[in-house]
């Protein structure tokens, strides 16, 4: 199986940006469709943004399409999640997450493996 541990999270003021970083070990994600969602308290865990196995394309929530970019890097074993234009309600505890069905599927419930979190905070 895949371990995976999110990283770069923080404070940081409306309008600024952060990036985080899902690395993975134990197998390549190239067997993985990835994803990130958040939790944010008293809320669901909710889709953020996912890509697949082969990585051209990104697939966005609403809320933060246009603002957040998904990238891979299956050499690296990585998934990095951009995101400017930060808002209070991306206030979210951020988790990667790797799926090895066969096709994408953005429902948590479908996700096979889940990192811990990363709290991102957005102060106005």
């Known amino acids: 199986q895949v371990q995976l541990v999110e990283s770069g999270g923080g404070l940081v003021q409306v309008g600024g940006s952060l990036r985080l970083s899902c690395a993975a070990s134990?197998?390549?994600?190239?067997?993985?469709?990835m994803a990130w969602f958040r939790q944010a308290p008293g809320k669901e865990r909710e889709f953020v943004a996912a890509i697949s196995r082969i990585g051209v394309t990104g697939y966005y929530a609403d809320s933060v399409r246009g603002r957040f970019t998904i990238s891979r890097d299956n050499a690296k074993n990585t998934v990095d999640l951009q995101m400017n234009s930060l808002q209070p309600d991306d206030t979210a505890v951020y988790y990667c997450?790797?799926?090895?069905?066969?096709?994408?599927?953005?429902?948590?419930?479908?996700?096979?493996?889940w990192g811990q979190g990363t709290q991102v905070t957005v102060s106005s």
């Open positions: 134990g197998r390549t994600i190239s067997r993985y469709h």
């Open positions: 997450a790797a799926d090895e069905g066969p096709r994408l599927n953005t429902a948590a419930t479908a996700q096979d493996y």
